[in-house]
């Protein structure tokens, strides 16, 4: 069941559905949380027109970006061999999770070596801005603003809180309770919600250096980042 799960969100990441965000709780949750923001969310946003345009990606960049985004799907149906259904659960869910680790970081490279040092540095700052307040979330963002223990674990508890409300959800959409569209909805809904809840834990100075964090204001065509279809297809358009 854990391997279905994670191949399905693993491949609904890579092709563009942004349902991975907050799917499963409990011993799942570490494993869901690797497709969330940071540098791995942000390299996605690479498939998408808009970005490309704005990072000035040559065609020889995206030929390379292709050819990385093209693999990518083989190398996490790799990280999936050898394991063998009946066996001790959560020893299966830590090898997992380092296998899909070891990929995404691999991949991530490929990535990053397409692009120059400024181009490296954009997609940065707009990985940020496309995660909103909910960039705080990532270690280094949150060493950035100087978050407090305290707004730390109110934070890690408005995680939870939104990772059940959205496992819920698909819950529903296994059930037929829930269509793919509404389900989208749904989770759009649960995200505002919980960017706003995330706002209001911020000081003034801390907003001021996250949006200092994010570079120059930068204006995300439709499909914006946090909706379904979002990231793109391979090679823009």
Same mark, same amino acid.
């Given at each position: ?25 409990? +011993?799942? #949750?570490?494993?869901? #949380? ?6 791995? *969310? ?13 990072? %000035?990606?040559d065609d020889t960049q995206k030929g390379k970006l292709n050819a990385? /985004?093209?693999?990518? #799907?083989? #190398?996490? /149906?790799? *990280? ?6 009946? @066996? ?18 691999d991949i991530l490279k490929d990535t990053m070596a397409v692009l120059?040092?400024?181009?490296? %540095? ?10 909103? $307040? ?15 223990? *305290? ?23 296994? $059930? ?15 995200t505002k919600i919980m960017d706003e809840s995330i706002l209001k834990? !911020? ?6 250096? !996250?949006?200092? !964090? @994010? ?5 995300? %065509?439709?499909? %914006? ?9 391979? +090679?823009?358009?």
């Amino acid at each position: 069941m854990i391997k279905r799960i994670l191949v399905a969100v693993a491949f609904a990441t890579l092709s563009g559905a942004s349902f991975a965000q907050g799917f499963g709780g409990g +011993g799942q #949750r570490g494993m869901m #949380r690797m497709f969330q923001g940071g540098p791995f *969310a942000a390299a996605m946003l690479l498939r998408r027109d808009d970005v490309q345009a704005e990072l %000035k990606l040559d065609d020889t960049q995206k030929g390379k970006l292709n050819a990385v /985004q093209a693999g990518s #799907r083989q #190398r996490f /149906q790799g *990280a999936f061999t050898g394991f063998q259904p009946g @066996g001790d659960q959560e020893e299966m869910q830590k090898q997992m999770q380092a296998k899909m680790q070891l990929v995404m970081t691999d991949i991530l490279k490929d990535t990053m070596a397409v692009l120059t040092e400024p181009q490296q %540095k954009r997609l940065k700052e707009l990985g940020i801005q496309a995660e909103g $307040s909910r960039a705080v979330l990532q270690d280094a963002v949150s060493k950035e603003i100087v978050l407090t223990d *305290a707004q730390k674990a109110k934070l890690d508890e408005l995680q939870r809180l939104q990772e059940e409300a959205n496992a819920g959800l698909f819950e529903k959409l296994g $059930s037929g309770e829930l269509d793919r569209e509404s389900l989208g909805a749904a989770m759009v809904k649960n995200t505002k919600i919980m960017d706003e809840s995330i706002l209001k834990l !911020l000081t003034d100075k801390q907003k001021a250096k !996250l949006k200092e !964090l @994010g570079g120059e204001t930068f204006t995300f %065509k439709d499909p %914006k980042p946090g909706t379904p279809g979002a990231f793109g297809r391979p +090679g823009g358009g």
